[in-house]
Nanobody, 124 residues
């Protein structure tokens, strides 16, 4: 699976952005999808994940109530709607795909494919 993330940019605190991740190469609906982020000088961390059917989503505690993950299997795309953004949300955001749902949603080692990342910068 090839993954292409987009939608990052500069936004003021309290603003919103919607990230997209377009998939190609394999049957998108066979894959569970996740979003991770990595801030400068920090390790990559889990943000959200969604099962292949789109019926179940998981979130890191620090984004609950602010971010929403969704997918459109007809468009081979997963989205991350980010509202009420904070300066600490500044990071490169990565989408990832996994075929098997084994273990916890936030384990990056369980993901088989990764996109290139899109930078989100939130100014105070």
């Amino acid at each position: 699976v090839q993954l292409q993330a987009s939608g990052g940019g500069l936004v003021q605190a309290g603003g919103s952005l919607r990230l997209s991740c377009a998939a190609s190469g394999r049957t998108f609906s066979n894959y569970h999808m996740g979003w991770f982020r990595q801030a400068p000088g920090k390790e990559r961390e889990f943000v959200a994940a969604i099962r292949r059917s789109g019926g179940t989503a998981y979130y890191a505690d620090f984004v609950k109530g602010r971010f929403t993950v969704s997918r459109d299997n007809a468009k081979n795309t997963v989205y991350l709607q980010m509202n009420s953004l904070k300066p600490e949300d500044t990071a490169v955001y990565y989408c990832a795909a996994r075929y098997l749902w084994v273990g916890v949603p936030g384990d990056p080692g369980k993901y088989d494919y990764w996109g290139q990342g899109t930078l989100v910068t939130v100014s105070s």
